[in-house]
């Protein structure tokens, strides 16, 4: 789109979606880039069902416990605050008022550094509504039975929604089952001492069918929390 697109829609509608993932380790069996992938293949179906507008998505996040993996790259905590606040401020600017971020990477310390700038925003911006999109809590709702176990990292569900984007980049023959045992009270120098391949859960079980099942629950869902911010 060029800047006259923008302009153009902004007459439409004052919504975007913010993709937000990360570059990070999700076993042997899938890319780096895995988190933002699902992260954009969301906000572009969203955008397409509530007709918004998608930015282009962040590939970095902060991946602290997946850190001592090669290829993993991580944002400090303070530049993600940083950078969730300018991204708002600049979209304010142009006239966006509606701002959703959708993050693939569902890191505590991403998703708490998210909220305190978004709260910070709209305490700023009187008449802007803000939403982050939690992902686990959605797919709270997937029917029993659907996977073995809802969240996880680069497991059955990841696993799955990347089989049906983009299967070219999934090799299942390296898919593994790995249920890492963190010490619950310890700071982790090194996360591959505890996990190995970088997998929490099952990708083994992964298939497209349940790719698509999940993706149609998640943009379903989105859907109906963007049509909330204008109540």
């Not at 029993?144 to 990292?153: A, D, M, N």
């Amino acid at each position: 789109m060029t800047w006259k697109d923008i302009q153009a829609r902004l007459m439409e509608t004052k919504t975007i979606i913010i993709p937000f993932g990360s570059t990070e380790e999700h076993g042997h069996h899938l890319p780096l880039s895995t988190d933002t992938q699902i992260a954009y293949e969301l906000a572009v179906r969203v955008a397409k069902k509530a007709g918004v507008l998608v930015a282009p998505p962040i590939c970095y996040g902060v991946c602290r416990r997946t850190g001592s993996f090669p290829g993993t790259i991580s944002l400090s905590f303070e530049t993600l605050r940083l950078l969730v606040r300018d991204l708002v401020e600049s979209l304010y600017s142009q006239g966006f008022r509606d701002i959703i971020f959708l993050p693939g990477h569902l890191g505590d310390a991403q998703l708490v550094g998210m909220e305190l700038s978004a709260q910070e925003a709209v305490k700023n911006y009187g008449d802007l509504n803000l939403a982050i999109i939690r992902l686990p809590k959605i797919l709270e709702k997937l029917p029993q039975g659907l996977v073995s176990e809802p969240l996880g990292h680069a497991g059955e569900v990841e696993t799955s929604i990347m089989l049906a984007i983009s299967p070219n980049q999934v090799s299942m023959e390296k898919a593994t089952f790995e249920r890492p045992n963190f010490p619950p009270h310890t700071i982790i120098r090194d996360s591959k001492i505890f996990m190995k391949s970088g997998v929490m859960g099952d990708a083994t079980k992964a298939t497209v069918e349940k790719g698509e099942a999940i993706l149609e629950l998640l943009v379903e869902e989105i859907s109906k929390i963007i049509q909330q911010l204008y109540v």
